[in-house]
Nanobody
């Protein structure tokens, strides 16, 4: 019943910005710790940002000072605001969310949203 889904991907030019969203559906679904990962073609999937249930945030060195992860509790949505995008930021971005569905805590992956940054 619970589903996690990302949105907001697209194509931008270097230096521009983009905001991704992660939401959980299922009526009573509630997200706690949420992480963003990305995978570039031919590369391993890596973590880029994390927001805890207490809204403590951490970032990878590659995106620190350029990306911001935030949460809208009312909408149960987590955002990844990306600025100063560069071609190396291109790839598929995945949301990994710890979700309480009213019965138990489980971790869910979204299907990914594509980001392409051109020079």
């Amino acid at each position: 019943q619970v589903q996690v889904m990302e949105s907001g991907g697209g194509s931008v030019k270097a230096g521009e910005f983009l905001t991704l969203s992660c939401t959980a559906s299922g009526g009573v679904a509630k997200m706690y710790t949420v992480e963003w990962y990305r995978q570039a073609p031919g590369k391993e999937r890596v973590n880029v940002a994390r927001i805890s249930s207490g809204d403590h945030t951490t970032y990878s060195e590659a995106v620190k000072d350029r990306f911001t992860i935030s949460r809208d509790l009312a909408k149960d949505t987590v955002f990844l605001h990306m600025t100063g995008l560069q071609p190396d930021d291109s790839g598929t971005y995945y949301c990994n969310a710890q979700v309480f569905d009213g019965y138990m805590m489980r971790t869910y992956w979204g299907q990914g949203t594509h980001v392409t940054v051109s020079s």
